[in-house]
């Protein structure tokens, strides 16, 4: 990859894509997506990913929102049908370790896991990539600690690289960059933290657009990572759950 | 597959999704998704979709329209982006065979390749059919005749049927089909023609949604098509430009 090139990052506005951003701005220049699906804190998600470009000094015309509105008529994931309850649970319950928190600790795919989903949001990304010259599409992925999701692992990035090598012009070189999939949550907030990347712009909860709940998965898996990592999150809970 | 069991086809309207949709509902009950992407001729694809699902009968829950506006905002081809234009041919200039009609005779990638665009309507189509519990998602891709796409491969539909397999959950099994990806236009009309397709219903043209304009590049190879499978085309034509 090229020093300077331009970088396509997806960009939900949570911690990770956050992370890969500030991973990718170091040696590129970005051009962000993002993505609206009819998840219950798109507005919220929009307000992070437009503060965090805006923290990048990202322009307009390096910013791409795209409204993939039809998952909402596919439905089948607690994200996008409201018929499907988020779980939530006991604020202190499970706190100890990053991998006790989600409800995938046992291997199983959690009622959150909108079918194939990442697999829109890069196709969004190479498409644009293909347009604009891009090199390179990031996206942040986690493998280990943040899912279950079958779309968060290595061999599907490796799935994806190859339908991308076939799949586009043959002068066509797009590299998919995963730079914190094999990180623990808790490592990507000190990478964070380290290069200066606004985690304090950055959204998780999936239940609440004001305050984070602090008690949906997605808030317990954020706090016990900032727990394991020792420091505090700087964003606020409602119902004053400590951050650290 | 199973007999009888849920297919998810998408279908453009065309000659070819309207021939594979014929296929897949000699087996399967039909789950039909139609994009639209911000294409010229949306509104008259759209037209088209509806009619043969209205002629398979087809009820509303079962038919799925996505809108993927932003491929305008992505741009880079002639079929979303006003400022390339559409290539015109004169009307009688190549009718002689199939492969002499495409601009991508030569093996170059027309300026109406819009980039990675199969990638978003296989995900659409992949995310419902996980959804659903479909067993199978049909497009009607074809290899040699149409297009130069670098998305209407037989290795293309590998890479994604590889996607498929590591992305989705672990009980998912969908199989991608192209059944007419081998067939030559032609061939795919008789094909039609023998089971009973409603090509009369499908819409080609590139240029205008009213009466086929019979000098774009898509109006020459399905006029070519008919002409070599030696039969008339039943849709009308501007100009009076003869279907036979």
Redesign the interface.
């Known amino acids: 990859m090229t020093a300077n090139s331009k970088a396509v990052v997806l960009l939900s506005g949570g911690m990770d894509s956050c992370v890969t951003a500030a991973i990718a701005a170091q040696t590129h220049s970005l051009a962000l997506v993002h993505a609206s699906y009819g998840q219950r804190t798109a507005a919220r998600e929009r307000r992070a990913f437009d503060e965090i470009a805006n923290f990048y000094g990202v322009s307009d015309r390096d910013r791409?929102?795209?409204?993939?509105?039809?998952?909402a008529?596919?439905?089948?994931s607690a994200l996008t049908d409201s018929s499907i309850a988020v779980p939530q649970r006991a604020a202190g319950a499970a706190r100890g370790t990053v991998r006790g928190t989600a409800a995938n600790g046992g291997g199983e795919?959690p009622v959150t896991?909108?079918?194939?989903?990442?697999?829109?949001f890069?196709?969004?990304a190479?498409?644009?990539a293909?347009?604009?010259g891009a090199g390179s599409v990031w996206i942040g992925a986690v493998a280990e600690d943040s899912s279950g999701y079958?779309?968060c692992?290595p061999?599907?990035y490796r799935?994806?690289q190859?339908?991308?090598?076939?799949?586009?012009?043959?002068e066509t070189r797009i590299e998919i960059i995963t730079p914190v999939i094999h990180l623990r949550k808790s490592a990507i907030i000190c990478r964070g933290i380290d290069i200066g990347a606004p985690l304090h712009l950055t959204w998780s909860c999936y239940q609440n657009d004001d305050q984070a709940c602090g008690s949906c998965d997605s808030c317990l898996l954020r706090l016990s990572a900032y727990t394991e990592a020792g420091v505090a999150d700087p964003i606020r809970y409602r119902n004053g759950v400590a951050p650290y």
Chains 1, 2 share one sequence.
């Open positions: 791409l929102v795209a409204r993939l509105d039809y998952f008529q596919i439905g089948g795919i896991y909108v079918p194939f989903r990442n697999a829109h890069l196709s969004v190479v498409s644009w293909e347009a604009i079958p779309d692992r061999d599907y799935a994806f190859e339908l991308v090598r076939v799949g586009t012009r043959p």
